[in-house]
């Protein structure tokens, strides 16, 4: 099977102000594919990946250049839907953020937004996105509870979950294992592995070993730069520049 | 990582050396056939037992260091060589403890076969694990070039070995076992040198990440 991508980054630059956070970046994001972002903080990877669903439209003096585009369309254009877009392209962040309100509503606030009303389609959103982020075993029948009863890595999956509802193509997900213990990780990994099937994920971690145990392709990131960008076990066994080899190895700086 | 650049210092001396204790009980197990020194396969099947007891410790050492450091890109090539080389080199050690028990059971039962093949096939061999454990030691495969003539020179010569030996049978068949282990010992020397292609595979993918077959694309290093 030929990969094909989902997002085609091309001279990709943004800047903060007079500050330039990204610098000629160039990556594509393969469909049904895992793609993680690594480099040392400030290397500019969450910038990149909020780039990829116009987070950074939110920050005061934010200034982009260069092409990315989803699917065929500039993401930039003016023509662009934002909220199409980020229904298509779904954010979780390193830290849990669920509604405060109940499990159920949680994962139905996206659909009604978006016009579905029937319980029975709701319902059946409901049980979907749960299943497919591995907590429907979990919560099934506490599905009125508040969502903030729930635990650190049980709270990430209702998010994932969440973000399931309104059926994204591509899931980013900036850190989202930072805040957990290694079995919510380890749940949350398996996720991104099941997930790949129906989805297409892009994920910033600063667990090397994480984005070599569930990612296809990676990128490393250095002050701004795509410094390198391939598929993971060629970046983990034999990586192409030596600053990737460094970072890897942890001899940097 | 400071740690880890030092363990896996310490691990290419503890290599090196076990490399090099490897080579000279190789060469010592010839020595002691062909001059019919019990002496000296002794002292080549005491040094077996250590080199057995290293290959366990560095074994143990690299598995250490893959669960303390989760090494990666260099540092996962160079210990995923070092468990391997020690295998292999253990291999070559035990070949050498058989070929000293050869010597030892040869010794009392003279033959009128001339062993210039069997020494020439060990010159050739220990080259080839010198040749191993320097590249090892100093990343450099640069000498590893010609490992397949090397190779290709240990298969000649073993069936030649076996072509005297089975002439040396038809005029002597008396001495038809002493004969037998003449062939033996060709085959563990042949097989030395093929545990000596495999280390040099390793060690080009340690030093370039590149998978080569020493019997097929070494030519084009």
Known sequence: MIDTNVMDIDKFNLWYGEKQALIEVSMNVRKNKVTALIGPSGCGKSTLIRCMNRMNDLVDGCRVEGRMSFNGQDIYDKSTDVMLLRKKIGMIFQKPNPFPMSVRDNITYGPKIHGVTKPDELDEIVERSLRQAALWDEVHDRLEHSALSLSGGQQQRLCIARTLSINPEVILMDEPTSALDPIATSKIEDLAGELQKDYTVVIVTHNMQQAARISDYTGFMYIGRMIEFDRTDKVFSKPSDELTERYITGRFG | ?221
């Open chain 2, 1 to 221: 990582m400071k740690k880890l650049s030092a363990d896996i210092k310490e691990m290419t001396n503890s290599i090196t050396e076990m490399g090099e204790l490897v080579a000279e009980v190789l060469e010592k197990s010839v020595n002691s056939l062909v001059n019919s020194d019990v002496g000296m396969a002794e002292e080549v099947i005491r040094k077996y037992d250590h080199i057995a007891f290293l290959e366990t410790l560095i074994e143990d050492e690299a598995l250490r260091i893959l669960i303390l450091y989760q090494p990666m890109a260099s540092d996962m090539r160079f210990t995923a060589t070092a468990l391997k080389m020690v295998t292999y080199l253990e291999r070559i050690g035990k070949y050498s403890k058989n070929i000293a028990k050869a010597a030892i059971y040869l010794r009392d039962r003279p033959t009128t076969y001339r062993m210039i093949d069997v020494y020439s096939m060990c010159d050739v061999a220990v080259e080839m694990v010198r040749g191993v454990v320097s590249a090892f030691e100093n990343r450099n495969t640069d000498n590893l070039q010609n490992y397949i003539d090397m190779d290709d020179k240990l298969d000649h010569y073993r069936v030649s070995v076996i072509e005297d030996n089975v002439k040396h049978m038809r005029i002597d068949p008396t001495s038809i076992e002493a004969y037998t282990y003449y062939i033996s010992i060709a085959k563990y020397l042949e097989r030395v040198g093929d545990n000596a292609c495999k280390i040099a595979e390793k060690v080009i993918y340690m030093v370039s990440g590149k998978r080569i077959e020493i019997d097929g694309a070494v030519r084009g290093l």
